[in-house]
């Protein structure tokens, strides 16, 4: 997947209207910014986490950014 992965090229989103995506943790969600792969993948996102949920410590070789906003 590549998602807004030129950083030459500007761009705005509205998360507004972007939809949130199920993580592979439960009660994990995202809204995806940034993305150069699958799961593993050069990622910026906004993430929220349901009372009680939590993601496994892994790694991103290309990095990853994530804001929480709730949980």
């Known amino acids: 997947m590549a998602l807004n992965a030129d950083f030459a090229s500007r761009v705005a989103i509205d998360t507004r209207d972007a939809p949130w995506i199920a993580s592979p943790e439960p009660g994990v969600e995202r809204k995806l910014l940034d993305r ?3 799961e593993v ?3 910026t996102s906004i993430v929220r986490y349901a009372p009680g949920s939590a993601f496994a ?4 070789a290309l990095g990853e950014e ?3 906003l709730a949980g």
């Open 36 to 38: 150069v792969g699958d």
């Open 41 to 43: 993948a050069r990622a």
């Open 66 to 68: 994530f804001l929480v």
């Open 57 to 60: 410590s892994h790694e991103h």
